[in-house]
């Protein structure tokens, strides 16, 4: 599986963007994917995440700001950050789980994006 993420840059305090994430090879082994990000200076973290099933999850710092979707025929991701605020500035990463059941025990894998950067000025 190989990841791409695209769509970050520079927007003002209040702006919006939107953070897309194609997936490619091996697609349909993926399960589960996520946004994570990573700020100067901080560990990674998780943004949000959803199922295959179409179950999302979102962290509390970015609720009800951002909204994760994906579109499942055309294995691609989407983040839309709406009023965003300068500690929204960070690496965006793209991750996904994949599962195969064809071996003895299923093979889990961890697949990365190499991230896109969101900066918010104020």
């Known amino acids: 599986v190989q990841l791409q993420a695209s769509g970050g840059g520079l927007v003002q305090a209040g702006g919006s963007l939107r953070l897309s994430c194609t997936a490619s090879?091996?697609?349909?082994?993926?399960?589960?994917m996520a946004w994570h990000r990573q700020a100067p200076g901080r560990q990674r973290e998780l943004v949000a995440a959803?199922?295959?099933?179409?179950?999302?999850n979102i962290v509390e710092a970015v609720k009800g700001r951002f909204t994760i979707s994906r579109d499942n025929a055309k294995n691609i991701m989407y983040l839309q950050m709406n009023s965003l605020k300068p500690e929204d500035t960070a690496v965006y990463y793209c991750n996904a789980l994949s599962i195969v059941f064809t071996t003895t025990p299923p093979k889990m894998t961890d697949y990365w994006g190499q991230g896109t950067l969101v900066t918010v000025s104020s």
């Open positions: 090879g091996s697609s349909s082994s993926i399960k589960g």
């Open positions: 959803i199922a295959n099933d179409g179950r999302t």
